[in-house]
């Protein structure tokens, strides 16, 4: 049991890098700017490469060969136990990362953080595309110019790519100038433009659940800080859907909220935990440093605070020296993007170029790590998010003592109403919205709605529209977002379930489990 959840750990988690800002956006809602909008996308387009016979072939999504798992499990088994009554874990990380690298390494890019395999995004544009992705009404929708990339590369080189991408919307279109629309590392993109090209032909900048303050899920896998987190375990299972009978994913949720509220589950994941603080030097840094430790724009997503941590663990048992170009590069981003990155805003502002910033949340980070209890979209914190929002725990809210503060500081109004959230601290309190019940990797075509009025509307704050207030709700079933009242604020209640409670659907759920099975041998 703790083999397989530790070999899930490092699976799931690396993996999961991947799927950050992936997600297609839903279909078009009614939107239309009055200037065209540069959406430029997150991570996971997919990779080909060419073929000696004229073809392509698929780099990413990563290729796992068929009965690849089953195999490879046969041998976990044997090593895993000897490893477990010896406390020798070497041959263990040794088997786990002949079993990872194969995977991983596909795609990884060469020690100088460059392409060496001829791999290229699955995506390109031209004049005549983009004229085809022109509405000719005189509006733009928010998702007509999307822009794809190749997600590894360091993101200065990407924002060559992207301005040559600008000009040519402008040029199909007429345009004098843009709103640039970044989600997730599009953000990080978006920041290395503005830095490079100084704003150049840039009338408006939305950051959507940005990730240029670091991605906790990427930078805790860097730094090698993997932890099953028991409470988030629990609430985790409440928040996911997977393919079996109803019944007996009640059952799941309730067993697991059984095992938490008696220790079990703390029991489970002290022992992994226990184990990965022994191997995580062992596996961690071999794993990533062939795969997602080699891409520029995975460290630009290293959070402030972990970056030291992250450097120490990637290049931990290598000759750092052999990584000096991929160091520079990421070093350049961190010192003039990331780090300055409130300083830069603030210039561009002043040129009248406007920033407005949206984030999701309501959810916690995937319960890998020691962050769970942080409030987030599932993968990046909402401080972080926001550039510095100040926020309870993820089932919490901020203290009395807090609040009142507030109202005797006048930025009460910055409070959200579930007091989840004070908006007062973050880069720009006036032009941040916050959305709950959105998880990071989904995109509704709802939110277009309110970046077009951004768009439209200059000067646009969270107090220009009764329709677009600062705080709002997400309503899944109808693609719809709401103001956020007193009312329909408590959207976690789903995790609220007592130990009783648990026990009763345990009780139900055999009950029905045992009477599906003799009514099937009837």
């Not at 690849?68 to 990362?97: G, H, M, N, R, S």
């Not at 209890?373 to 998010?385: K, R």
Request: hydrophobic fraction near 40%; aromatic fraction near 12%; charged fraction near 20%.
């Amino acid at each position: 049991m703790v083999k397989k959840a530790i070999a899930l750990v490092v699976c799931l988690s690396i993996a999961l890098t991947a799927v950050l800002g992936i997600a297609p956006v839903s279909s078009a809602a009614a939107d239309g700017a009055n200037i065209p909008v540069v959406h430029v996308v997150g991570t996971g387009t997919p990779l080909i490469r060419d073929t000696e016979t004229g073809e392509t072939e698929t780099v990413y999504p990563m290729q796992i060969p068929e009965g690849y798992i089953e195999e490879k499990a046969e041998i976990f088994l044997p090593v895993f136990a000897e490893a477990f009554f010896t406390q020798e874990w070497d041959e263990f990380c040794d088997v786990l990362y002949e079993c990872l690298s194969p995977i991983f390494s596909s795609f990884a890019l060469d020690k100088n953080g460059e392409v060496t395999d001829g791999s290229y995004p699955d995506w390109s544009w031209s004049i005549e595309s983009l004229k085809e992705d022109t509405r000719g009404d005189g509006t733009f929708g928010v998702t007509d110019y999307m822009f794809y990339y190749d997600w590894r590369l360091d993101p200065m080189v990407t924002a060559d790519t992207l301005h040559q991408y600008i000009e040519d919307v402008m040029y199909v279109t007429g345009a004098e100038e843009v709103a640039l629309y970044g989600r997730c590392l599009g953000s990080n993109i978006v920041a290395a433009y503005m830095y490079k090209y100084d704003g150049e032909h840039i009338a408006e900048v939305i950051h959507y659940c940005s990730a240029v303050y670091g991605a906790t899920q990427c930078s805790k896998i860097f730094t090698g800080e993997l932890r099953l987190h028991t409470d988030g375990i629990e609430r985790f299972v409440y928040d996911i859907n997977l393919d079996i009978d109803e019944y007996l994913m009640d059952f799941l949720r309730a067993f697991v909220t059984l095992m938490n509220k008696t220790y079990g589950l703390d029991i489970a994941s002290w022992a992994v935990n226990n184990v990965m603080k022994d191997i995580y030097l062992d596996i961690i840094p071999r794993v990533v440093v062939e795969s997602y430790g080699t891409f520029p724009a995975y460290w630009s997503m290293v959070s402030i605070g972990d970056y030291e941590k992250a450097m120490e663990t990637v290049f931990y048992g290598s000759d750092i020296s052999e990584y000096s170009k991929l160091i520079e590069k990421v070093e350049y981003y961190r010192n003039n993007v990331q780090l300055k990155f409130k300083e830069n805003v603030k210039a561009q502002a002043e040129r009248g170029i406007e920033y407005s910033n949206i984030v999701k949340y309501g959810k916690q980070t995937i319960p890998i790590t020691e962050n769970g209890d942080d409030l987030s979209d599932a993968l990046v914190t909402v401080n972080e998010s926001s550039f510095g929002a100040t926020t309870s725990l993820v089932n919490g809210t901020l203290s009395d003592e807090y609040i009142e503060s507030a109202k005797q500081s006048g930025t009460f109004k910055y409070i959200s109403p579930d007091k989840q959230i004070d908006a007062s601290t973050c880069l720009s309190p006036d032009t941040t919205w916050f959305i709950k019940d959105i998880q990071h990797k989904d995109f509704p075509s709802c939110v277009n709605g309110l970046v077009s009025e951004i768009v439209n509307n200059e000067g646009f704050t969270v107090e220009s529209s009764s329709e677009y207030p600062q705080y709002l709700v997400y309503l899944m079933d109808k693609n719809e977002l709401i103001p956020m009242t007193a009312e329909n604020e408590n959207t976690t209640v789903r995790w609220e379930v007592s130990f009783f409670e648990a026990l009763k659907v345990v009780l139900r759920s055999l009950f029905e489990l045992v009477s599906n099975y003799l009514s099937q041998k009837a």
